[in-house]
Structure formats: structure tokens, C-alpha cells
């Protein structure tokens, strides 16, 4: 269990130191969009296109892995949107946020530091699949809910080009997309561009966690109302034992690709989840409660999941 708690702690010690300097330095807002503006367009897309442009081509299109591990968020999707239904009545636009709360982890801020921590650069590449696929997915369920639930202007087409457009102009999916580019072609960055990257990859796991950190301290936890919990039992148990189910049916892959998934889908929601309910203007404030609740529980899932893995507990097929 200390090696799993070593893996672990050190990332939500960040969270944590994030969320004192939002409590007590009173950061404003400027501040954190100026850190996730750094985050999101220069350090995460230059740590996903350094660690695949570095991976043999061939090892990034293996479409089991990823037709198991989008299915699985998929599926998850569909079981609390439809819970979501029940409890609200019937409203769309409320459900497909919801929903996405219970499927959508945090793949974006979390995801790359824990698995390169836990399992070194092999783990890239499932770990770049895994937040491609999931996010080309949320970023097709969040405008197809909205249009269903009638809050979205226009027609068919242009719900498929605004679809198209988040999809292909997100800086993640450019940089993944560049880095597989690269490595086809075996391009090698100039030496001073290469420690560019080098340095901007060494900044983005830590200036994402404390970024997240601050945020919360932003969006406090008010109340836990009655969905809260079961969206949160999906997102950090269901999930990851879905995964595991999907990829043990299809079967044959990597160890560290099936760990990677395992850990990557016991993560908490998505920050992203309460943008999307801010932009639709629904389950604002509730959206943000299961965010600050599942990272929170996800301090025992997530260390929980290391040490299953670390301890041998779990074995990489669950039908031998």
C-alpha cells in the first residue's frame, strides 16, 4: 500500500496545495484562466506530441483497445443519462450533462502525469488514445444533447460542423495528431525545440493539478443532493470495472495498456463537465459539486487501483 500511496498522494498533494493558495493567496479568476490558458495550449499538447513522436507508429492504431475503452465510457454515458431522465423528468439538455458527469473523467488534467508516474513512457500512448477517443466522444454527446433538448440554434449541418470543429481544433487532439505525424515520418525536433518541449511537458502535469486545485475553492460544495452519489458510484467504480470487463472480453492486450486504462478510468469527473453545464446553462451548481466530490472520493479509488495493480491483486485478464 506505500508505493501505491507514494504514486498517489504527491498528485493530490498538488490538488491540495492548489486549493490553499485559492483559499488563502485569493487568486481571481483572471489568474486561473491565465494558468489553464498555459495548460491547455502550450504544456499538455507539447507532453502528448514528446511521448508519441517517440513511439513506434504501429503500436498507436490498435483499435480493440480503443473500440473497448470508448464503449465502456459510452455505455456508463447511457446508464446515467438515464437515470438522469428519471430523476428530472424528462429534461434532455439537465441529463446529458449528468450523464456526462458519470462517464467523462478527468483524462485531460490527471490522466498523463499519474500513468507516466505508475508505469513510464509505455503508458503513453494508451493514456493519448484514451483522452482522444473519450474527448472526440463528449465532444459529440454535449452539442447532440443540446440540439435534442432544443437549446441548440440551427439545423443538422451545422450541428455536424460545430462537432467537427471542437474535435479537430482541440490543441490535445492537434498535438496527438502531430505526434503521430512525427512519428511516422521518424522527424526528430531540433536540439533547442526539443528541451522547448521537453521543459513545457515537465510543467504540465504539476501547473494542471494546482490549476484544478484552485479551481475548486472556486466552485464550493454546498450541498450533496440525491443524484450526486449514484453519478459519482458510476463514475469511480462502475467505470473502471466495466473497462476492465470490456478489455478481459476482447482480450490480448499490453499490461500496461490494460492498467493505464484501469487507472484512467477510476479518475474523478472532468472539470470540464461543470464548463459544459456553464455553457448550457443547466445543473450549474450541482455540476460542480460532483466535481469536488468524486476528486475527493477518488483519493481512496485511485490510490486503491495502484495498489490492486502494484500488489498483483489484479490480473491483466479477468476471464483466463
Known sequence: MGTAASLALPFFGLIFVGFLAGRFGRIPPDGLAGLNLFVVYFALPAMFFVLISRTPVEEISNWPFIIATTASTLIIFVLGFAIAMTLTRGRITESTVQGLGAAYGNVGYMAPGLTLAAFGPAASVPTALIFCFDNALVFTLAPLGKALGGRAPGGVGRLVVQILFRILTHPFILATIAGIVAAAVEFQPPAAVDSLLTLLSAAAAPCALFAMGVAITMRPLRSVPVELPILAFLKLIAHPILVYVMLSWIGNFDPVWVYTALLIASLPTATNV??????????????????????????GTVTGMLYLIGSGILPVDLLP
Not at 445543473?283 to 472520493?297: D, Q
Open 274 to 299: 461543470f464548463v459544459i453545464a456553464q455553457q448550457y446553462g443547466v445543473w450549474v451548481e450541482r455540476a460542480s459539486g460532483l466535481v469536488i466530490l468524486t476528486t475527493m472520493l477518488s483519493v
